[in-house]
């Protein structure tokens, strides 16, 4: 029987093991980045309609150049009415924002969706500005 040293512990696997825990160590010794990743808020897509998902297109492309949108959810919702069209709602954080009622026949939509993002970028002040201010505390003091 061949005499193995280290307790019984064969020389390849001693080499592993010396091996696992020089990278373990040079993982950690290694500088770490806490670079933090921000995330925009939200911006959810409930449409239905071809006019439905054009006006989420042009909103998206507001979205994306807003700033401090961060933990703002946003969901555009087509609600359909029978013999009339659509209805379309923009809601913040599950608070309906603006509403606009899209006929059956296609038409220009450039109007609603910038005045649909204005309302937001109002209510997001008012939301940021209530939220921030001690002055304007819940409870009344």
Do not use: C
Not at 9 to 33: E, W
Not at 51 to 70: H, M, T, Y
């Amino acid at each position: 029987m061949e005499h193995l040293p280290f307790g019984g512990v064969s020389p390849p696997f001693l080499a592993m093991l010396r091996h696992y825990l020089f990278l373990i160590l040079t993982v950690l010794s290694a500088p770490i980045h806490s670079e933090e990743l921000e995330i925009g808020g939200l911006l959810l897509d409930n449409t239905i309609s071809r006019q439905g998902r054009e006006f989420f297109r042009q909103f998206s492309q507001l979205w994306q150049d807003l700033p401090n949108s961060e933990g703002i959810n946003v969901q555009i919702k087509e609600q359909v009415i029978p013999r009339s069209g659509t209805k379309l709602t923009v809601n913040m954080n599950h608070r309906q924002v603006y509403v606009t009622y899209m006929g059956r026949r296609h038409q220009p939509i450039k109007d609603s969706v910038e005045t649909a993002m204005f309302i937001l970028i109002e209510v997001m002040a008012q939301s940021q500005f209530s939220e921030d201010n001690p002055d304007m505390a819940q409870d009344g003091w």
